[in-house]
């Protein structure tokens, strides 16, 4: 018997799961479709190591949009965030960088280091803030399409410039972050390389590109962006990140969500260019005359459907979406947390560093791209270290520990040899940046999972391991994140969507993408 419901999900990640919770909340018989043995696709807890719970891929809570996490009710069903530390920095002498939401702390580091920087930060982060507020009423935008090749598509472009005709005084500083580089950006305000790798640091966190790349400036609002004053904080989510999606999920059964897990969709059926189902692995049929897509474009487009079924010049703007990717993920079962010989509680104002970057300089952040730019991983990586067990008692034995690391560059192709046989020697390197600042660190670990970016796209799907599942440049953002005409969440076949991160805003634990998409989804229906 061929199953029949009113929408298919194809993917259970946080999006798939947040847009089949609104779509339930709607009334409508929604299934969702899960390839894995568990929910969640980046946000997952897995006890890799028995009696240690990792965040294995996405491992803080920074951007879940406020408007998802009340409408879904997702305290309500468990979620709970702790607070992570301030940023602390390790620099070379044995000296470092402390970056706080508070601004008078920032500057009083700050200003160990560069007088002017202190004095104008201040400046600058009303000046970030004016843009990231901007960028923050479009995340829950569609974006229309600029061509105005029909009647429909001019009214909304119209209304769309109508509504933020207030904005273009601002619009430079726009196109500043989509076309400079970050360190050309940064250094309109700042002159000391410290200062400026605190911010510069993000331009690279799961992209390729460096800090001294055209439009990688943009990158640094992108992480920057969460608001989430009264809406659950910024830190690390008690449980792990797999708290999220579980509490989405939980969220979503309440008003009826079917999921389903091991359902791993092969193809996207459909009938006279309209969508009518998906076929599962095991061969099983379900109908449907909405399915929505968590999964890649790439995957997506190019393998749930064949290329005839889509216009030629569709296929080629998928085929040509920029994935690669050099991110690597190291996940860490220990017996103690590093101990950073430059870490001062008294001068630094907090007992410990759960949140750590290793890149103290423009120049550090540059040599570790052009390393990967030639296809061999950094010499001296980029690191973030996080704690989250200094905070949640949940997820470790009592006096363990459980230590992230992620970074870069690592990447997906190597030039010499592969990563079957390097990965050990590549773990190994990593290790050895993090113990010149946490000596000793090495000898205390029980166990741990090495993510490499071929890893990290067969656990999850994302093409080339990308954890946006696509660069976030000028040319894959809003009007054209996945593909020009293509970006208010629909496609060419009718009754197919994405939901997913290849879509407007990009990728981060933010549930944006699956909110707009069942908001996309349910307009269509009441026509």
């Given amino acids: 018997m061929v199953e ?3 929408a298919v999900i194809i993917g259970g990640g946080h999006n798939g799961l947040t847009c089949g919770a609104y779509l339930a909340r709607a009334g409508l018989k929604t299934l969702v479709l899960e390839r894995r043995e568990m929910i969640g696709g980046a946000a997952v807890t897995e006890e890799v190591i028995p009696g240690f719970k990792f965040s294995v891929f996405s491992y803080l809570m920074s951007l879940l949009h406020p408007k998802v996490i009340a409408e879904l009710e997702l305290a309500k069903y468990g979620f709970k965030v702790l607070p992570a530390s301030d940023m602390f920095g390790p620099l070379p002498g044995g000296d470092f960088i402390v970056f706080s939401d508070k601004i008078e ?3 009083s580091h700050f200003a160990r280091f560069s007088t002017k920087d202190a004095e104008i930060y201040p400046q600058f982060d009303r000046y970030l803030t004016e843009a990231a507020t901007i960028v923050r009423k479009l995340l829950l935008e569609t974006p229309p399409d600029p061509s105005c090749r029909n009647w429909k598509a001019f009214k909304e472009t119209a209304a769309f410039l109508w509504k933020y005709r207030r904005v273009g005084g601002k619009l430079f500083r726009l196109i500043d972050l989509m076309t400079m580089s970050a360190d050309a950006y940064l250094s309109e305000w700042f002159e000391n390389t410290y200062v ?3 911010l510069a640091y993000y331009c690279g966190i799961g992209t390729f590109a460096g800090p001294k790349s055209p439009g990688s400036a943009y990158v640094i609002m ?12 910024w830190g690390f989510v008690r449980g792990g990140m797999g708290a999220i999606s579980e509490a989405i999920a939980a969220s979503g059964k ?5 999921i389903r897990t091991r359902a791993e969709v092969v193809n996207i059926e459909t009938s006279n260019g309209r969508v009518s189902g998906v076929t599962l692995a095991d061969g099983t049929r379900i109908e449907a005359r909405t399915v929505a897509s968590n999964v890649s474009a790439k995957l997506t487009f190019l393998k749930f459907l064949s290329a005839d079924q889509l216009p030629a010049e569709f296929v080629r703007d998928i085929a040509s979406y920029r994935t690669y990717s050099t991110a690597f993920k190291i996940n860490i079962a220990c017996e103690r947390l590093p101990n950073y010989k430059a870490f001062d509680p008294e001068k630094c104002g907090f007992p410990y560093p759960s949140y750590t970057h290793i890149g103290p300089s423009i120049d550090y952040l540059e040599r570790a791209y052009d390393d990967a730019k030639y296809g061999e991983w950094s010499r001296e990586p ?4 996080v704690t989250p067990s200094f905070v949640d008692d949940s997820i470790s034995p009592p006096g363990k520990h459980v230590v992230h690391l ?3 560059h690592a990447p997906y192709t190597l030039r010499e040899g592969n990563w079957t046989s390097r990965k050990d020697e590549f773990a190994k390197h990593v290790l050895e940046t993090v113990e010149e600042h946490a000596p000793g660190f090495s000898d205390g670990i029980i166990g741990m999972q090495v993510l490499t970016p071929p890893e990290i796209e067969a656990k999850i799907g994302s093409p080339h391991g990308h954890i946006f599942h696509g660069e976030l440049q000028a040319d894959q953002l809003f009007f054209a994140r996945p593909a020009p005409h293509f970006a208010d969440y629909r496609s060419p076949i009718k009754g197919l969507y994405q939901c997913g991160s290849s879509a407007h805003p990009g990728g981060g634990v933010g549930g944006v993408p699956g909110h707009n998409a069942a908001r996309e989804i349910l307009k269509d229906l009441r026509r």
Avoid: C, N, S
């Fill in 196 to 198: 400026k790798a605190v």
């Fill in 254 to 258: 309440a008003k009826g969500l079917a």
């Fill in 4 to 6: 029949r419901y009113d």
């Fill in 105 to 107: 702390k920032t500057q």
């Fill in 222 to 233: 992108h992480h920057v962006m969460g608001e989430h004053a009264g809406a659950g904080g």
């Fill in 406 to 408: 992620f970074g870069g």
């Fill in 382 to 385: 980029f690191i973030t270290p």
